[in-house]
């Protein structure tokens, strides 16, 4: 199929600047056995039908932007995987029928009875958890909305999906679609800032650039008076979720919060901008699992190495690493009493906490 000018952009972005020193290689798997970059992007511009094979192969990319983040000369390589899942999808060229878990995980998020707008009498400021915190860590959320009300109580409560797996398979008019629809909808009724908790939706916001001013809950909770519970470990190693891999001040409030209740910080090899995929990113997993396996290999081995227990602030990424090694959220951490760190939480209690959370974390 021909080409869109955005993805010829992209493709000839990186052809132009890629240098094929094979730094990103040496950190990805799927360059590894694809190629460089450079490499990918020259045969993708060389025929309608390569650029084609190109948009199918890059579902096997988690689209972190590792690559990005280690090029020495902004070549950006994401991008261009992004671009070309668009193009797959834009296309039809490529099915998604094995992405239907999550998809549907995302339609659900969008309807009744999983998603509510409680926005009170000259609310301007809204708490955006997601849809996965609520699931895994439904106290931690209902205690950061209960500190959070009790310095706003005007503060309302979206209970919705940003459609990040839609936009991140390449269905960009379908997130576009129901994204906007949501933003839209608040902006009307009077929101001027958003909450986020889950990194991926707080991204989703930044980038669909609103009128209203995106917050991170973390930066919210750093200048906030509350009372944490006595931390479950005493020291701990942050795996920063990919997603938030330029959020410099992100990063940084999240330690600090960490810090204030008493625990060490030991960082990882790869951390804030250099992180790696817990191996869910792309929804690399149901095209090629292998893939997946080996970034949550790389990451445990990481924290192996410190011998010490991780925190995050994607309750994704605690699901993905929670089964194989002692991983815990951050609000948890901080605002939910226990006596070890628990194991991630199971289909369908996942969707029962989401229920709870809605008809009573308010």
Excluded at 126 to 147: E, Q, Y
Excluded at 225 to 242: A, G, L, Q, S, Y
Excluded at 273 to 284: P, V, Y
Excluded at 345 to 359: H, K, Q, S, W
Aim: with cysteine.
């Amino acid at each position: 199929m021909p080409i869109s000018k955005q993805l010829k952009k992209e493709l000839q972005h990186v052809a132009d600047e890629c240098i094929d020193c094979g730094k990103c290689m040496s950190h990805c798997r799927f360059l590894a056995e694809s190629g460089s970059p450079v490499s990918i992007a020259l045969r993708a511009l060389s025929s309608d039908e390569e650029a084609d094979q190109a948009a199918i192969r890059s579902y096997a990319c988690s689209v972190c932007g590792l690559c990005s983040a280690v090029c020495p000369v902004a070549a950006e390589p994401e991008h261009m995987f992004k671009e070309l899942r668009n193009h797959a999808q834009a296309n039809a060229i490529f099915r998604l029928e094995k992405c239907d878990p999550i998809l549907n995980y995302e339609r659900l998020g969008q309807r009744f009875p999983f998603n509510a707008e409680f926005i009170p009498e000259n609310c301007t400021t809204v708490f955006f958890p997601g849809c996965t915190l609520p699931a895994m860590h439904p106290d931690a959320s209902r205690i950061a909305f209960k500190i959070l009300k009790r310095e706003d109580p005007t503060i309302g409560l979206v209970l919705n999906c940003c459609s990040k797996p839609s936009k991140m398979l390449g269905l960009k008019s379908r997130h576009e679609e129901t994204f906007f629809a949501l933003l839209h909808r608040l902006e009307r009724k009077g929101v001027k800032k958003i909450l986020t908790a889950c990194p991926n939706c707080h991204i989703t916001f930044k980038e669909a650039n609103p009128k209203m001013e995106i917050v991170s809950v973390y930066r919210r909770l750093k200048y906030s008076k509350f009372m944490p519970v006595r931390p479950t470990v005493n020291e701990v190693t942050v795996h920063d979720p990919c997603v938030t891999r330029y959020e410099s001040e992100m990063h940084r409030h999240v330690r600090t919060l960490i810090k204030s209740v008493g625990v060490r910080v030991v960082e990882m090899r790869h951390n804030r901008k250099k992180t790696l995929c817990c191996g869910e990113g792309g929804a690399t997993a149901f095209f090629n699992s292998a893939y997946s396996r080996n970034w949550a290999r790389k990451r445990i081995n990481e924290a192996q190495r410190t011998g010490i227990p991780m925190v995050t602030y994607c309750a994704g990424c605690v699901n993905q690493l929670g089964f194989k090694y002692p991983t815990i959220h951050v609000l948890d951490l901080l605002l939910v009493r226990r006596k070890r760190i628990p194991k991630p939480v199971a289909f369908p209690f996942n969707y029962l906490n989401r229920l709870i959370f809605r008809f009573s974390g308010r």
